[in-house]
């Protein structure tokens, strides 16, 4: 299994630019979901989806829309980039959705830069 | 709702001494509550977890972590730091029962001296 897959690795954007963040899981994975990481921040959830077709918002939702059509993908996408979006994003996986224990497994990352 | 507090932003050690890292949480209900690795430039690979079960949970590469209810903490300890060891460390709580949802702790940097 490649497990959760993002793409790019890294991104430069002008301001008021659209992009797509990319993840992928191998694993039947119900639960994704995406965060973004800022220095002296950890890391917060974006959006997040228990399943092909439902998503809902996390903590920082504002700027970025998500969509689940497959259960393999879930892409962020980014609709007016902000200098305050530049951050570096993960996404994550977990198997099922009826239990807080579950383990989330996590990309490696994307850095984004909006210049 | 939930929330953690992780009481150092950084800790340095000497290798071979131990490790201590401070996490505390608040929860509404009974959580579950991670510990997570990230080496620079890397994503994040979990340690180790608690669910319920025994409070004192054994994680990869050495590491433990205690929990206490009456303390609301969950501290990170290895009994002698490697100099692989130096990464950022995340505590992570869950809401408990179905909320699946993840809060992180800002994280503490670990420094490991030879």
């Not at chain 1, 570096?88 to 994307?110: D, I, K, L, N, R």
């Not at chain 2, 071979?16 to 080496?39: A, D, E, I, K, M």
């Not at chain 2, 609301?72 to 995340?90: G, I």
């Amino acid at each position: 299994n490649a497990g959760v897959t993002q793409t790019p690795k890294f991104q430069v954007l002008k301001t008021g630019q659209s992009m797509t963040l990319q993840c992928a899981q191998d694993m039947n994975h119900e639960y994704m979901s995406w965060y973004r990481q800022d220095p002296g921040m950890g890391l917060r959830l974006i959006h997040y989806s228990v399943g092909a077709g439902i998503t809902d918002q996390g903590e920082v939702p504002n700027g970025y829309n998500v969509s689940r059509s497959t259960t393999e993908d879930f892409p962020l996408r980014l609709l007016s980039a902000a200098p305050s979006q530049t951050s570096v994003y993960f996404c994550a996986s977990s198997y099922g959705t009826s239990g807080s224990h579950e383990t989330q497994y996590f990309g490696p990352g994307t850095r984004l830069l909006v210049l | 709702a939930q929330s953690v507090t992780q009481l150092d932003s950084h800790v340095s050690v000497s290798e071979g001494t131990p490790v201590l890292l401070r996490c505390n949480y608040s929860s509404s209900y009974s959580p579950s509550l991670f510990w997570y690795v990230q080496h620079p430039n890397k994503g994040l690979q979990l340690l180790l977890k608690y669910t319920s079960a025994a409070t004192l949970v054994k994680g990869i590469n050495g590491f433990e972590a205690e929990f206490k209810k009456s303390e609301t903490s969950f501290h990170l300890t290895k009994p002698s730091a490697h100099m692989s060891d130096a990464a950022e460390y995340f505590c992570v709580v869950s809401g408990g029962g179905s909320n699946y949802k993840l809060t992180f702790g800002k994280g503490t940097l670990l420094t490991v001296n030879p």
